[in-house]
């Protein structure tokens, strides 16, 4: 039991060391990667963050991976996430498959209780989410859109029809 505040596979220096260089290594890849990594974190985003903490632990801690291997893998872990993200860009089809699609949840202040079935939302779910939006009743919503990140967007009213124009 004494040893486990006291005892360290490496030297105290090499663990700050190790600590800062992954840290500094890690804000530039995600810089590098992108703004949207950081701002709008979707399913894939976050996805990678989970892998990049993993796989740059043992770097940091020198548990078994030297320094190199995890900044190896932090690397190859952000390229890929930014390919995914371009392949997203560029494809509709990879865009469905990887972020989903906005699913109108209430429309005309009308539930559309097959989207909240599909969602597996209930409507005291729907309820809460509309009130974060600052909307009390579902009759009040003209439009409600589930984003594919899982933010719910609301129109309160009709789009307005433009002015006839005048010729």
């Known amino acids: 039991m004494s040893d486990l505040f006291t005892r360290l596979d490496v030297p105290p220096w090499e663990l700050i060391a190790r600590t800062v260089a992954i840290y500094f290594i890690l804000v530039v890849f995600l810089r590098v990667a992108g703004k949207r990594q950081m701002g709008q974190m979707g399913p894939t985003e976050f996805v990678t963050i989970l892998l990049l903490s993993n796989a740059v632990q043992n770097a940091m801690t020198a ?21 995914l993200s371009w392949v997203t860009f560029k494809s509709p089809l990879m865009r469905t498959i990887f972020r989903g699609t906005p699913v109108v949840l209430v429309q005309k202040g009308q539930i559309i209780q097959s989207a909240l079935d599909r969602e597996l939302l209930t409507k005291g779910d729907l309820i809460k989410m509309l009130r974060q939006q600052g909307v ?30 005048a010729t």
């Open 63 to 83: 548990g078994g991976n030297s320094l190199l291997g995890g900044v190896i893998s932090a690397g190859i872990l952000v390229l890929a996430s930014w390919f």
């Open 136 to 165: 009390d009743r579902i009759e009040d919503a003209y439009l409600a859109v589930l984003d594919s990140e899982g933010s719910l967007s609301v129109a309160r009213q009709p789009p307005e029809e433009p002015p006839p124009s």
